[in-house]
């Protein structure tokens, strides 16, 4: 498994780097979970936005 994310690693290490240079407060992760949910898609899942 670990040889398998050693091709994500630079998007993973990009990821952290955006979110740490755009925090947001606990439950008010607007640009956060946009981003994930993006990336979620782009993956080909389907994603429900804007719930709770």
Same mark, same amino acid.
């Given at each position: ?15 952290? @780097? ?6 947001? /407060? !606990?439950?008010?992760?607007? %640009?956060?979970? &946009? @981003? ?6 782009? /993956? !080909?899942?389907?994603?429900? %936005?804007?719930? &709770?």
């Amino acid at each position: 498994m670990l040889k398998q994310s050693y091709h994500i690693q630079e998007d993973i290490i990009e990821w952290r @780097r955006d979110f740490h240079m755009h925090p947001e /407060l !606990g439950f008010k992760e607007i %640009r956060t979970s &946009g @981003r994930v949910a993006e990336e979620l898609e782009k /993956l !080909g899942y389907r994603v429900r %936005r804007n719930v &709770g």
